[in-house]
């Protein structure tokens, strides 16, 4: 970074992503506070870089990169953010090759077979820098669209958009 080359932002997404590999060096150092301080900074710099941060904006396909072009291809998880109010398990992943955000979905009844079913939608930087786990699916249905698949569908995934299927 003195040298005027920064790291990609993928890179800094993963090193401050939590359990990531500087939050684990700084527990092991004991500097974990200085650390979450130094997060905390970073989180609100990306915020506030991003000048358009509407809830429901979505980017455009990057057509030469496989992450449009099939789900989860090349995708690497950054953010667990835990289990939402409908017991759906809620992440946020990454593409290795372009760096775009991807919102995971993933939802099942366990008392009823192939009920099983996830969601992966594009998000924008300011979106995942804001994400909560409780808007996470209205955040996936305000997109143009998004992945599905899951055996509640049969085995079979495609592109949709609208209201995101969670009865059993």
């Not at 974990?32 to 301080?37: E, L, M, Q």
């Not at 710099?45 to 980017?59: H, K, R």
Request: aromatic share 10%; charged share 15%.
């Amino acid at each position: 970074m003195r040298s005027g080359t920064l790291p990609s932002a993928l890179t800094l997404h993963v090193l401050f992503a939590p359990t990531g590999p500087m939050q684990e060096l700084s527990l092991r150092s004991e500097w974990s506070d200085a650390f979450v301080a130094l997060a905390d900074r970073f989180g609100a710099a990306v915020a506030s870089e991003q000048l358009n941060d509407s809830e429901n904006q979505q980017p455009e396909p990057r057509e030469a990169c496989p992450c449009f072009a099939a789900p989860a291809t090349g995708l690497i998880t950054v953010k667990e953010l835990g289990l939402d109010s409908r017991l759906a398990e809620v992440s946020v992943l990454i593409c290795q090759e372009c760096g775009q955000h991807w919102l995971r979905y993933l939802y099942e009844v366990e008392a009823f077979t192939g009920s099983g079913r996830w969601y992966l939608g594009a998000i924008t930087p300011e979106q995942f820098a804001t994400l909560a786990v409780e808007r996470a699916k209205a955040v996936l249905e305000g997109l143009g669209w998004y992945y599905y698949g899951g055996s509640y569908f049969q085995g079979h995934n495609g592109r949709t958009s609208g209201t995101v299927m969670l009865s059993p």
